[in-house]
Antibody, heavy 122, light 110 residues
Framework: EVQLVESGGGLVQSGGSLRLSCAAS????????MHWVRQAPGKGLEYVSA????????YYAKSVKGRFTISRDNSKNTLYLQMGSLRVADMAVYYC???????????????WGQGSLVTVSS | QSVLTQSPSVSGAPGQRVTISCTGS?????????VHWYQQIPGTAPKLLIY???NRPSGVPDRFSGSKSGTSASLAITGLQAEDEADYYC??????????FGGGTKLTVL
């Protein structure tokens, strides 16, 4: 079964740091680009970051650029999101997701992890 | 304000047909980029419903269908069931931005 399991969420003060992990199983992790999408409480989905299959190319939304770092360890089948200088506006459920079509700009996301809640206090 | 525009809510009675629209522009849907749809039941992760405008992943009932024309796309649900009550999001790619999502549509089954 293809599965993504996130961990690492929690409560952090404004200005603090947190690292999310996303453990993949059931597929060849090193063959797929991976993505992070977040959802603030009661809000819609926001695209956050992406990394290609070998980790050589990354993308960040303007809202997190310079503060978040996406990375992956293909030997451990794990995706990471290092979040720094956290703001109240970053408070959300963070989902990791696998790309549906390798290397395609208009790819879809399937599957998604269960989500990891990041709470930022002021 | 989302790049892809969706109506905030739609409703229908069991057995009816409803459609959810997703309006973009010439830099995303109108540029030919694929449109994908997700279903999100409150408290759970989004689930892929339609990819590449009109393709259903295995396991998704054929009551769900997608279409695209010009700068807009639509998700149709026929034979509405209580379990279809959820939030629905469209997603595409924008040449000026990157991956973009619609603001979501809440479907209520009356």
């Amino acid at each position: 079964e293809v599965q993504l399991v996130e961990s690492g969420g929690g409560l952090v003060q404004s200005g603090g740091s947190l690292r999310l992990s996303c453990a993949a199983s059931g597929f060849t992790f090193s063959s797929y680009g991976m993505h992070w999408v977040r959802q603030a409480p009661g809000k819609g989905l926001e695209y956050v970051s992406a990394i290609n299959s070998n980790g050589g190319s990354t993308y960040y939304a303007k809202s997190v650029k310079g503060r978040f770092t996406i990375s992956r360890d293909n030997s451990k089948n794990t995706l990471y999101l290092q979040m720094g200088s956290l703001r109240v506006a970053d408070m959300a459920v963070y989902y990791c997701a696998r790309e549906g079509a390798a290397g395609q700009l208009d790819t879809w996301f399937d599957p998604w992890g269960q989500g990891s809640l990041v709470t930022v206090s002021s | 304000q989302s790049v892809l525009t969706q109506s905030p809510s739609v409703s229908g009675a069991p057995g009816q047909r409803v459609t959810i629209s997703c309006t973009g522009s010439s830099s995303n849907i109108g540029a030919g980029y694929g449109v994908h749809w997700y279903q999100q039941i409150p408290g759970t992760a989004p689930k892929l419903l339609i990819y590449g405008d009109s393709n259903r992943p295995s396991g998704v009932p054929d009551r769900f269908s997608g279409s695209k024309s010009g700068t807009s796309a639509s998700l149709a649900i026929t034979g509405l069931q209580a379990e279809d009550e959820a939030d629905y999001y469209c997603q595409s790619y924008d040449s000026s931005l990157s991956v973009v999502f619609g603001g979501g549509t809440k479907l209520t089954v009356l």
